[in-house]
């Protein structure tokens, strides 16, 4: 079975509004008289926006994604008596509201003009409501993202808050690959059936569909279409791929070595980088280490493309990368030298417009216009 994406996107929608709509009913009578605050009552909530956020990384929906989020980490703080619900929840309702009228839109309001800026100040109250419950010397640390590589230049990014909380319990955290043609849709299945078989023995901490850009649009699918999937489980790795039934070799555990929350330091006023266009797999490694440092330091980015070669797509898909990081943390990218003929013959190639911006004031992506493709 071959869903396209308009089906996967459909059927999570209905499933999210299904979600939503219980965990508005039940939300208002957090903190009330009478009101039991363990597992039973706030744990149905917790998996049910957990669900809505597994799936909208599926379906492509990062705002969608992003409020289920941070409406999940306030959930969890409050199960864990770290936040009060008196204090919580109006903020709380009013980002499920706003989930409401994305899934109402069918997700499509995403790119719709203010409604980027209304989720991003949604996603501040709400960030700034979880930092206010800890001491000011943990405040910095609780405020860094955590970026987990995947192979071609592109990354998960995620609150570090969010992992710890995924993590708590003895959990161990996996990068999981499978391939959406060999491994779901040839077993009659879709990536929301894979999520929600997951969901019953660990946390999904994101998910991804990664595509290599088509260059001819008429060719065929690529043969395999790798499905990444961030994931928390009790299970330890010497048995884990038993519970995923895939070979080791696609299961990587991620240690915490990885999960290093930046030290604070005065920021910089931009961190510039040179990019090589024909750069290789390593050097991209080693420059998405250095990126990533200044990001978690919150400093504004400046890449630089080199003229000389032609412009890989790893290269492209890391340029994008590093824009949605840096746009994660609000901070300001500028892309330089990508207007050269020979780079826009290759990004026309790719699918990307033929004018891209040279300066991005923590908006639209100088490549695409907008996003930057997954």
């Known amino acids: 079975m071959d869903l396209p994406d308009d089906d996967i996107t459909g059927r999570f929608i209905q499933e999210a509004r299904e979600h939503l709509a219980a965990i508005e009913a039940r939300l208002p009578s957090a903190g009330q008289p009478g009101t039991a605050a363990g597992e039973e009552f706030f744990g149905p909530m917790i998996r049910a926006v957990h669900s809505i956020k597994a799936g909208a990384g599926i379906a ?5 994604r992003d409020l289920a989020r941070m409406l999940e980490i306030l959930l969890r703080m409050i199960l864990g008596r770290q936040l009060a619900p008196g204090e919580a929840v109006p903020a709380m309702l009013g980002g499920a509201g706003q989930l409401r009228t994305l899934l109402g839109q069918g997700g499509d309001g995403e790119g719709a003009d203010g409604e980027a800026g209304d989720v991003s100040a949604t996603l501040d109250a709400l960030s700034a409501l979880a930092i206010s419950r800890f001491p000011k010397e943990s405040q ?7 970026e987990i590589p995947l192979p071609g230049g592109s990354c998960f990014s995620l609150p570090l808050l969010g992992i710890e909380q995924a993590l708590q319990g003895g959990k161990f955290l996996y990068l999981v690959e499978y391939d959406l043609t060999r491994d779901v849709q040839a077993r009659g299945k879709s990536p929301l059936d894979v999520i929600a078989a997951m969901e019953s023995s660990g946390i999904i901490l994101d998910c991804r569909e990664v595509r290599e850009p088509q260059q001819d649009p008429d060719s065929p699918p690529p043969g395999r279409i790798p499905f ?4 928390a489980t009790v299970v330890e790795p010497d048995v884990v791929s038993y519970l995923f ?16 929350a930046p ?40 890449l630089e493309l080199g003229q000389g070669g032609a412009l890989a797509t790893a290269v492209v898909q890391f340029l994008c990368a590093a824009h949605r ?3 994660a943390r609000g901070l300001d990218f500028a892309l330089r030298g990508a207007d050269a003929p020979a780079h826009q013959a290759r990004l026309k190639l790719l699918g990307f417009p033929a ?18 493709p997954a």
């Not at 640390?141 to 955590?146: G, I, K, N, S």
């Not at 990444?228 to 994931?231: E, G, T």
């Open 228 to 231: 990444f999937l961030l994931y």
């Open 60 to 64: 492509g929906l990062r705002h969608v």
């Open 140 to 146: 910095a640390r609780l405020e860094a993202w955590v």
């Open 325 to 327: 990081g840096a746009l």
């Open 355 to 372: 004018a891209p911006a040279p300066f991005c004031p923590a908006g639209a992506c100088p490549l695409c216009g907008d996003g930057c």
């Open 245 to 260: 039934a895939l070979d080791s070799s696609r299961i990587t555990q991620i240690g915490p070595e990885s999960l290093a």
């Open 263 to 302: 030290t604070p330091d005065a920021p910089a006023a931009f961190a510039a980088f040179p990019v090589e266009p024909a750069a290789s797999a390593e050097e991209l490694a080693a420059l998405r280490g250095e990126v990533l440092a200044a990001l978690n330091a919150k400093v504004p980015l400046i």
